[in-house]
């Protein structure tokens, strides 16, 4: 049955029509939200390396993780991620999956870890790695989190 709106005749094909163009509408929301967590945690892990290289390279201690949280949420006021336990969240989860990659047969397979802990929240990171013991448990529970969106 057809009801009509100021003009317009509304048909069960415009409804149909309407009803997929909101369905593109949210599959396209969700897609540049999974790009942007994508590119947040990537950064997260370009963050780790660095870190993880100052305090080897340069000898600097834990200390400077501080001084670099003040400076970054100065610079960044709006922008969260960068406290004190998040930056160092983030140091541990690149040496979690990093170390790890001594075990791995080739180190291509450490751009694929990469690729996966990439593609799920970083809340999900956080818990999985601060509760998995070794890197397959990990891996498990990363995939397993990919497979149920």
Not at 20 to 49: F, H, T
Not at 66 to 82: C, H, I
Not at 128 to 138: P, T
Request: glycine share 4%.
């Amino acid at each position: 049955m057809a009801t009509r709106e100021v003009g317009f005749i509304m048909t069960e094909e415009y409804k149909a029509w309407i009803d997929d163009i909101k369905n593109r509408i949210r599959q396209s929301q969700i897609k540049a939200s999974v790009r942007i967590n994508y590119e947040l945690l990537d950064l997260y892990w370009e963050l780790g390396r660095d870190i993880v290289n100052k305090q080897q390279n340069a000898e600097w201690g834990d200390s400077f993780i501080a001084m670099m949280s003040k400076d970054l949420q100065k610079t960044f006021p709006g922008m969260s991620g960068f406290s004190q336990q998040n930056l160092r969240s983030i140091r541990y989860w690149y040496q979690f999956y990093h170390n790890c990659s001594n075990d791995l047969q080739a180190v291509s397979k450490l751009k694929t870890i990469e690729n996966m802990v990439k593609s799920i929240p970083w809340g999900h990171n956080q818990r999985i790695m601060y509760k998995c013991k070794s890197i397959d448990e990990a891996l498990f529970y990363v995939q397993k989190t990919m497979d149920n969106n």
